[in-house]
């Protein structure tokens, strides 16, 4: 078991930058998880942690040992891969013996961890078959079985989840987690899928284009997104962003979007004054800090019902404000029919502003 | 049966026919006395079936062909495993490693698969003689290698890089050195590949004719094609004893494919292999 320390990591392809300046710091047995879309870096990063790729720049540090230069079997880490990566010619067996017949353990040390293992993860009828007479989860679990069997310091995982059907992975999600408390090794996992992100990790690292975005635990890049990618990347359906200018008139601040106002409470206007670089900028709310209304209220703004995407409990409205679309979560209001009037309120508190050149938060 | 099913049919076996009489002419030559094929094999009458011929060759005072086989099989069996060896590690570098001049390298090496043997014979045999090779079974055995290895390296490449990298990755992960991942993961992984190419280059050894000619000399040292034209006889043609040479010469190339088919259909099928 180790930290992970990440210092300025720059890895390029060509003309490509893939990972740019990252630092990353992992707290020794903490389950980090590197969120962002295909092509953001998620995996480069990860995979010169392992030492599959060599960094341009930068230090990589496991535990308090500089490893740049060493080859990944110094390194004492253990991945599993998107594809699980089986020996296709070795039996379940020799596939999870394998780290340890590299690393000439005897052979009734290697028996017993493998076995022990095989217990753990409920695969001890499969020892005897070949990884292409298994299922998909088992062929995952034979996976992780192989990277366990070491008790490396570090767990890497390049997506293990992504080849599984749902219900197998929102399972399999769970099981992981459990297991990593148990054990207690440093994780760090790659996904494109925010849920997941969500719902397993310690702290989450959003990348997006070779550059974190925002390391933090998962409620707080949900209730303080720091960029405009962030706030767009997390959260289904995404937040909607409004473009507006910032007008003040008789002492108030207001966000004009053309076709309606949202009056700035002191506090905002004053943040807003301090922050901004200029007076353009983007007004996000998420969808389910909407409120719709059937009547006109107060500071409500008046719409028309342009789509309704029914969830089963909830409906997701799609209203149309002059010319742009806000999505609104909403539980299932009667009858809603298209090109109904409807008003919409705004959660004052969960209203964020963000610089629209920088994309960075103000609010 | 539609018509055109017939047609195919037809025409598919009047094929098949005309590519195997050769070969039934020269089995039923190989399995009767002289006299009663000399006017040809296809004369039915009288028809006596005999393995003298066999008998003959295989024991055969100056040039018997036990000894030939002998020889065959200690030149063609090492010029089998060496090429693919060797080659196998090199295409293993072109697939998966980066070096400076790689490319350039590699497109050197399939150039050289052009070179028809007949235009470096010459400074090949300057060279084996320089080297006190001529007359040497090693001398034989370099050299197929040598022509094996291009073609090897092409084959093999172009496999190698339809593998899954993840595997050998997680081998480097797992605690495997350059020279593990490939003895333990790869070359398992690359069996029917491997099958069928050494089906392919022992019995490109195993027909030679040329190379042998060239450098073998003395006939306790003639491989079985080299062999075959001796019982052709001064002053009659034996078709008898030339064919029963031919039917076992042609035999081995003939076990090999059988033993290796599953692999070698495999194998030319392509990188369509998965784990």
């Known amino acids: ?363 | 049966m539609s018509r055109k099913r017939v047609l195919i049919h037809v025409v598919a076996w009047s094929i098949a026919l005309i590519w195997i009489i050769p070969y039934l002419g020269v089995f039923i030559a190989s399995v009767r006395p002289y006299s009663e094929i000399v006017d040809g094999w296809w004369n039915l009458h009288p028809f006596t079936l005999t393995l003298d011929s066999y008998s003959a060759v295989w024991n055969h005072k100056t040039y018997p062909l036990k000894r030939a086989f002998v020889n065959s099989i200690l030149i063609a069996i090492p010029a089998t495993i060496i090429p693919i060896l060797v080659a196998s590690l090199a295409a293993y570098s072109f697939a998966r490693f980066s070096f400076p001049v790689k490319d350039m390298l590699f497109l050197t090496i399939v150039a050289l698969m052009s070179l028809p043997q007949q235009v470096v014979i010459i400074p090949v045999f300057f060279l084996m003689s320089d080297m006190g090779l001529i007359n040497t079974r090693l001398g034989l055995i370099l050299l197929h290698s040598s022509f094996g290895l291009p073609w090897i390296i092409l084959f093999l490449r172009n496999f190698f890089m339809t593998l899954p990298v993840e595997v050998e990755e997680a081998a480097r992960i797992d605690g495997a050195s350059d020279f593990q991942v490939y003895f333990r993961i790869v070359m398992p992984m690359s069996l029917p590949a491997l099958a069928s190419i050494a089906a392919l280059q022992f019995n490109w050894v195993w027909n030679d004719f040329f190379f042998a000619l060239i450098l073998l000399l003395s006939p306790d040292k003639y491989v079985v094609t080299q062999t075959i034209p001796m019982f052709i006889g001064r002053y009659l043609i034996s078709w008898d004893k030339v064919a029963a040479a031919s039917i076992l010469d042609m035999s081995v190339p003939l076990v090999v494919f059988a033993l290796l088919q599953k692999w070698y259909v495999k194998g030319v099928v392509g990188g369509v292999i998965k784990g």
């Open chain 1, 1 to 363: 078991m180790a930290r992970v320390v990440v210092r300025n990591l720059t890895k390029k392809f060509g003309n490509v930058t893939a990972v740019n300046r990252l630092t990353l710091d992992v707290r020794d047995g903490e389950f980090v998880v590197l969120l962002g879309p295909s092509g953001c870096g998620k995996t480069t990063t990860l995979r010169c942690i392992a030492g599959l790729e060599a960094p341009d720049e930068g230090e990589i540090y496991i535990g308090d040992k500089l490893v740049n230069e060493l080859p990944p079997k110094d390194r004492n880490i253990a991945m599993v891969f998107q594809s699980y990566a089986l020996y296709p010619h070795m039996k379940v067996y020799d596939n999870i013996a394998f780290p340890l017949k590299m690393r000439k353990y005897p052979k009734s040390e290697i028996d017993r961890r493998v076995r022990e293992v095989a217990r753990l993860l409920k695969i001890e009828e499969l020892l005897d078959r070949k990884p292409k007479q298994l299922s998909g989860g088992q062929q995952q679990r034979v996976a992780l079985g192989r990277a366990l069997v070491r008790e490396p310091d570090v767990f890497l995982m390049d997506e293990p989840l992504s080849n599984l059907d749902a219900k197998l992975r929102v399972y399999m999600r769970a099981e992981l987690k459990r297991l990593q408390r148990e054990l207690k090794v440093t994780t760090i996992y790659v996904t494109h899928d925010q849920v997941e992100a969500m719902t397993m990790a310690d702290r989450i690292a959003v990348m997006n284009n070779g550059v974190l975005q925002q390391y933090a635990e998962a409620s707080e890049i949900y209730s303080r997104p720091s960029t405009v990618f962030v706030a767009g990347f997390i959260g289904s359906p995404p937040m909607n962003f409004i473009e507006c200018t910032l007008v003040e008139e008789q002492g108030e601040a207001y966000l004009d979007a053309g076709a309606f106002r949202y009056k700035l409470s002191e506090e905002q206007a004053k943040l807003v004054r301090e922050k901004a670089s200029s007076s353009e900028l983007l007004l996000g709310v998420r969808p389910e800090h909407i409120t719709l209304h059937l009547k006109p209220v107060e500071e409500g703004i008046k719409g028309r019902v342009y789509v309704v995407e029914p969830l089963g409990a909830e409906l997701i409205v799609n209203v149309k404000i002059g010319e742009s679309i806000l999505k609104v979560k909403t539980p299932v209001h009667g009858e809603l029919k298209v090109d109904q009037e409807v008003w919409v309120s705004f959660n004052r508190d969960r209203v964020y502003i963000f610089d629209k050149r920088t994309e960075e938060s103000i609010i």
